[in-house]
């Protein structure tokens, strides 16, 4: 576990009973309970299709479970994360969107206007700002979606959950990612199949074939 986080560590507590997910007949996540403590980071890891993402999803309100209970800060997940913008999310799957869509636009989507430089510059993406995100490489756009969550949180959200954030990277970003999960003010769920990124969390759950395994450490 690191410690070296600022005592301004803030966020939401996690409560997740039960989760049932199923995509039509196909049982995706069974019976899946764990909870995250006030500013904890918790790394989900497991092999390719246990379960990790929908579970992720389904805490977002982007998956409807079958059956199962998600309490944020001792209310229903759905109305905790409607009411405020209160989640920093870095999707697995990042597309350029439906529309044009510049940098600045989606790393300012769920912060104010001030924020975006120094999130561009968190993420080395100084001077891309006016590109449209449908012309960036793959990992420069996994790069503006880490640059949208950090300014999320940097205005306010007290939880981040990011599905494999170092997926595309080079090394240099992934250090940047791990820097900033380190230091994190404020609690996390981190899908990865990083090892470096789960060390620098509190604890590690693991999936398989849809169920939660015990915490390896
Ligand atoms: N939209 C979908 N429709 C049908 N089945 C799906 C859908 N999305 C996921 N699944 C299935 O649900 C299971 C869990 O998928 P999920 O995406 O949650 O896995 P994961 O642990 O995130 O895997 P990965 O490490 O590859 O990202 C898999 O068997 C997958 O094939
Ligand atoms: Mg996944």
Not at 174 to 199: M, S
């Amino acid at each position: 576990m690191l410690s070296n986080r600022s005592p301004a560590t803030r966020g939401a507590t996690v409560e997740v009973e039960a989760l049932t997910c199923r995509y039509g007949r196909h049982s995706a996540v069974e019976n899946v309970s764990f909870s995250i403590a006030a500013g904890e980071r918790v790394a989900l890891i497991g092999g390719n299709g246990s379960g990790k993402s929908t579970v992720l999803r389904s805490l977002l309100g982007l998956h409807r479970p079958q059956s199962g209970r998600m309490i944020f800060d001792g209310q229903p997940a759905g109305d905790w994360i409607a009411r405020r913008r209160r989640v920093a999310w870095v999707p697995q799957f990042h597309h350029g969107g439906l529309f044009p869509l510049r940098v600045d636009e989606l790393v300012g989507s769920t912060a104010r206007h001030a924020t975006v430089p120094r999130a561009l510059a968190q993420f080395a993406l100084d001077g891309m700002q006016a590109r449209l995100t449908a012309e960036l490489s793959g990992g420069q756009r996994q790069r503006a979606y880490l640059a949208r969550a950090w300014a999320a949180i940097e205005d306010g959200a007290t939880l981040l959950l990011a599905d494999e954030p170092t997926a595309s990277l080079d090394f240099d970003s992934r250090d940047r990612v791990a820097a900033w999960i380190a230091q994190l003010p404020v609690g996390a769920l981190v899908v990865t199949h990083d090892t470096a990124l789960a060390a620098c969390c509190d604890r590690v759950l693991e999936m398989a074939a849809g169920r939660l395994r015990e915490a390896r450490r």
